[in-house]
């Protein structure tokens, strides 16, 4: 074979190899973007409440922070990372050492700073790291993202990578116009076209299904028939949540009977209920591969 293929044939060949024997395993976990085109929307906090929910449903979590301008999962649950994602590239740590323990049981990977260097890998560094996170992954269920906010390379590349996205807004019309913005760009630019959204701080169960209403009306008028939203529901505006980020923890576990903490745990549900099933670029390999193949 070596003869036949030459030196850069068999190094083609077994990259090849490799990659078919990475697409061909099962499709677990899911891989979920929470994303938004406004900041301070409360992704974070619907990041790690869901993680949790999604984690007492017998799921088993990964939370990646990757919101580079205000990463702070770690913040949220009073944590402190020693390690990041960009000491797995260097090959100073593991990424099972850099995954931090949270709470519930959830696993947190603090990736924020590393993104940019994780599109300049060269080809080996690329299998090696994929290797290592097609591994880890084996033992999830699902891999919760925050991709922070707004249309940068950061929030796109996590969010084409992605097999689910949430859109995050509020009933603010920055925050509309902003999600509208986002979506555009997804559909216009690199053919996404599914999307839930979830509505954040409304009271009432009409206002937030307007404000869905409103942005399907207008994503069917000027992007065409072909994108889909699908509406997950809203997270009640809830004192208990900004009590709870006061004392670094999730409002699910120190208020569970809040009504934030109850829709949490709804979501959730729904979530598990509309399970997408096996397809080849839901594989988290797939997605791995991509992350680290994407340029935007
Ligand atoms: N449902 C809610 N009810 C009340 N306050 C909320 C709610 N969701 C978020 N907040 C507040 O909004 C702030 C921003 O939330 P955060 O999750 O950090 O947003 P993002 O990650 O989108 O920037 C939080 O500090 C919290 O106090
Ligand atoms: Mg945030």
Redesign the pocket.
């Given at each position: 074979m070596d003869q036949a293929l030459g030196l850069k044939g068999v190094i083609n060949y077994q990259q090849d190899l490799a990659s078919s024997m990475l697409m061909d395993s099962d499709s677990r976990p899911r891989v979920i973007t929470v994303t938004?085109g406004k900041?301070?929307?409360?992704?974070?906090?619907?990041v790690v409440n869901l993680g949790l929910a999604l984690r007492r449903l017998g799921q088993k979590v990964l939370i990646v922070d990757a919101d580079l301008g205000?990463a702070?999962i770690d913040i949220l649950l009073g944590l402190a990372p020693r390690f990041n994602i960009k000491d797995v590239f260097s090959g100073e740590k593991k990424l099972a050492e850099v995954i931090i323990d949270g709470p519930g049981g959830m696993k947190i990977l603090p990736a924020a700073s590393g993104i940019q260097e994780m599109a300049e890998l060269d080809g080996t560094q690329k299998l090696l790291l994929l290797n290592e996170l097609d591994n880890y992954s084996e033992s999830l269920d699902t891999v919760l993202i925050?991709t922070g906010?707004g249309i940068s390379s950061n929030v796109i590349y996590f969010n084409v990578a992605a097999q689910e996205r949430i859109v995050?807004a509020n009933n603010e019309p920055t925050s509309i116009t902003d999600a509208y913005a986002l979506i555009k760009v997804l559909v216009t630019k690199y053919a996404e076209k599914r999307f839930k959204l979830l509505i954040?701080?409304l009271s009432q169960p009409k206002e937030a299904e307007l404000v869905y209403r409103n942005l399907t009306k207008v994503a069917d008028r000027f992007l065409g028939g072909e994108v889909s939203i699908d509406y997950l529901g809203f997270?009640?505006?809830?004192e208990a949540?900004?009590k709870a980020?006061l004392k670094q923890q999730a409002v699910l576990e120190l208020f569970p009977r809040a009504s934030?903490s109850r829709s949490f745990t709804e979501l959730a549900q729904k979530l598990m209920e509309i399970k997408p099933g096996p397809r080849l670029d839901g594989n988290i390999k797939f997605f791995w591969r991509r992350l680290v193949k994407l340029k935007v």
């Open positions: 938004s900041g301070g929307v409360g992704k974070s906090n619907i205000l702070n925050d906010a995050v954040n701080c997270i009640p505006l809830d949540i900004p980020i934030a």
